[in-house]
C-alpha cells in the first residue's frame, strides 16, 4: 500500500495496514535547507517541485504541499504589501484595504493573472506527474477567517468583531471568494488535498462564540464549495481550540489537524470516528530541540493518546521551524510507520 493509498483510506475512515505520516507545510523549512529563501524561489515551478520531491525522498512524507510559506501572496497580487524574511515565512507589512467598503474596488482576476501565484500550482503539477502515483499532493493557504484579517488587519477584525460587524461580515464574505479563488487552481494542477489554515480563529484569539458567529458559518460555505471542486480538506487551527472541538464537524472539514496545545486524548472523545484528526508532536520543543530518542517518545505518547480506534494521522502541531533538524523529522515518520496497527 502506498504512502497516497495509506492516507486516503484513513480519511475515508477505513482501517489501513500502517499508521500514516506527514510533514505538515515545511515550505520554508524545505527550501532554507537547500540555501534558498522563499523569495528565491519564487517564480521557479521545476527547481522548487525538483528540491520537494527530493526532500521527501529523506523523509517519505505520505503528504507534500506545494505552496507551503506562501499564504500573503493574495494580498500582494491584490494590492498589498508583504515582506519576505531571510528565513520563514512572509508577513503582511501593509494591508489591502482600510475599510470594508473597498472590497467592492477588488478585481479577483488578478489572483490568477499573477505568474508568481501560477508557478506555485505549476509547482504542485510537476509533483503531481513526477511523485503524485504514491505520494498525495496538497496545497495550502489561509481560511476566510484569516484571509480576512491578513486583508483588514487583524487589529481591525478583532475590534470589529464587537464594535462593526456589518463591515467584518463585509470582509469575510470577499475574503472567502478570494480564498476559493486562490484555492480551486490547486485542484485543478492535480493536488488532492488543501490545507485550510486558520490561526486567527484560534481560542487564543476569539472566543467559542466570536468562532460560531464569525468564522464557521464562512468556513462551511467555502469548504462546500472546496469539496465539490472535488478536494479533501484539511483544517489546521492554531493554539488551544479544546472548547470549539464539537463543533469542527460542522465546518466540512475530513480532517483536523490540532497544535500541540490541544489534548489528543480530548480530541479523540470529542470527535471519536466522526472524522480523521491529525497532530501534533510540538514543533519547537520537540522537533527543534529534542533529541531523534526523544523525538520517538513524543511521537508514541501522541499515538497513543490518539488512540487505536481513532482515525489518525501522525503530524507536527504546526509548520516546521527552518531550524528543525532532518534526522528528527526521520525519527518521528519511522517511529509512526513503525507502529503496530491493530487488525
Not at 484595504?97 to 478585481?107: L, M
Amino acid at each position: 500500500m502506498t504512502g497516497k493509498e495509506v492516507v486516503l483510506k484513513t480519511i475515508n475512515r477505513e482501517k489501513t495496514s500502517r499508521l500514516p505520516v506527514v510533514i505538515f507545510s515545511g515550505g520554508a523549512w524545505t527550501f532554507n535547507n537547500k540555501g534558498f529563501t522563499l523569495q528565491e524561489i519564487l517564480g521557479k515551478a521545476e527547481l522548487a517541485a525538483g528540491i520537494i520531491a527530493g526532500t521527501n525522498e529523506h523523509l517519505e512524507s505520505d503528504i507534500i504541499w506545494a505552496g507551503s510559506g506562501f499564504n500573503n501572496l493574495p494580498v500582494r497580487a491584490l494590492g498589498g504589501k508583504i515582506k519576505f524574511r531571510a528565513k520563514g515565512t512572509m508577513d503582511v507589512q501593509e494591508p489591502l484595504f482600510d475599510k470594508a467598503a473597498d472590497v467592492d474596488r477588488i478585481n479577483l482576476d488578478r489572483l490568477k493573472q499573477d505568474e508568481e501565484i501560477r508557478s506555485i500550482y505549476e509547482t504542485a503539477a510537476l509533483l503531481e506527474q513526477s511523485i503524485g502515483r504514491h505520494t498525495l499532493v496538497g496545497g495550502c493557504g489561509w481560511g476566510p477567517f484569516t484571509l480576512a484579517a491578513q486583508f483588514y488587519g487583524v487589529e481591525k477584525i478583532m475590534q470589529g468583531i464587537y464594535k462593526d460587524k456589518p463591515a467584518v461580515h463585509a470582509v469575510l464574505e470577499f475574503a472567502a471568494e478570494a480564498s476559493f479563488q486562490y484555492y480551486a487552481p490547486f485542484l485543478e494542477s492535480g493536488a488532492q488535498i488543501l490545507s485550510v489554515a486558520e490561526p486567527t480563529a484560534s481560542g487564543d484569539l476569539i472566543s467559542r462564540n466570536h468562532f460560531e458567529e464569525f468564522t464557521l458559518p464562512y468556513l462551511k460555505k467555502f469548504m462546500k464549495r472546496l469539496k465539490g471542486a472535488g478536494a479533501i480538506n484539511l483544517l489546521h487551527i492554531c493554539g488551544d481550540i479544546t472548547n470549539r472541538l464539537d463543533l469542527i464537524p460542522e465546518s466540512g472539514a475530513d480532517v483536523l489537524s490540532v497544535d500541540y496545545k490541544v489534548d489528543l486524548g480530548r480530541v479523540r472523545e470529542t470527535l471519536g470516528t466522526k472524522m480523521a484528526f491529525a497532530g501534533n508532536v510540538n514543533p519547537v520543543d520537540v522537533l527543534v530541540d529534542a533529541t531523534p530518542e526523544e523525538v520517538a517518545a513524543a511521537a508514541r505518547q501522541c499515538i497513543e493518546k490518539a488512540g487505536q480506534d481513532s482515525y489518525y494521522i501522525l503530524m507536527p502541531g504546526c509548520d516546521l521551524s527552518p531550524g528543525v533538524p532532518l534526522k528528527n523529522l526521520q525519527a518521528m515518520i519511522a517511529t509512526g510507520k513503525n507502529w503496530p496497527v491493530a487488525s
